[in-house]
């Protein structure tokens, strides 16, 4: 079974453009996190979709976008990028929106220059 | 000050040591889960409990939710034990987690 996959795995971009990421979640789950996770730090949560739905949004500004489709993929969406946007981004899956496990992808690593 | 909160931050081992990550947190849980992340990224959950011990091969996890405290234990580390170990909490009021900055492990042989 494949696990979360998430593309690109790298990607430099400039400031003031925009990017966008892509997860796939494990076939069965419904729900996608995002997270963005700055050198040194811990993630921080950004998003979580549940059935297409818009479940929570962490303290991120509104450049921050995200979107999922009836095949339980994601997007996130990164506007007006800012050096500060340069972190690893990770998404998860669980099967449920409540109190279930979470795997991890690999993550996308965001340079901003 | 953080909700959820590792010790050591960093810890060095040679191969064949007992080693205990500490993590304690300040907001009400529904779970906590151990992760594993290795350089390049990618995460490993590796438990996830709400109370008692458990324990997968080498690894074993406690939980004291009384003292809002938890430990990872790795008995007999190994080089590729080397990682970053992450703790994080499900929080029980937006069920979102949140994650300590994590412990980073080094066994040398």
């Known amino acids: 079974d494949a696990g979360v996959t998430q593309s690109p795995t790298h990607l430099i971009k400039t400031r003031g453009q925009q990017v966008t990421l892509r997860c796939s979640p494990i076939?069965?789950?419904?729900?996608v996190s995002w997270y963005q996770q700055v050198l040194g730090q811990g993630p921080q949560f950004i998003f979580q979709y549940y059935e297409k739905e818009e479940r929570g949004r962490g303290n991120f500004p509104d450049r921050f976008s995200a979107r999922q489709f009836p095949n339980y993929s994601s997007e996130l969406n990164v506007n007006a990028l800012l050096l500060g946007d340069s972190a690893l981004y990770l998404c998860?899956?669980?099967?449920?929106?409540?109190?279930?496990?979470?795997?991890f992808g690999q993550g996308t690593r965001l340079t901003v220059v | 000050k953080n909700e959820v909160e590792q010790s050591p931050q960093n810890l060095t081992a040679q191969e064949g040591e007992f080693i205990t990550i500490n993590c304690s947190y300040s907001v009400g849980i529904s779970a906590l889960h151990w992760l594993q992340q290795h350089p390049g990224g990618g995460i490993v959950s590796l438990f996830m409990?709400?109370?008692g011990k458990k324990k997968h091969g080498r690894l074993i996890a406690t939980i004291n939710i009384q003292e809002k405290h938890s430990s990872l234990h790795i008995t007999a580390s190994h080089p590729r034990d080397s990682a970053v170990y992450i703790c994080a909490v499900r929080s029980y009021n937006t069920d979102k987690l949140i994650f300590g900055t994590g412990t980073r492990l080094q066994v040398f042989p």
């Open positions: 409990l709400s109370s």
């Open positions: 076939s069965g789950h419904k729900s």
């Open positions: 998860a899956s669980s099967f449920s929106d409540m109190n279930t496990e979470a795997f």
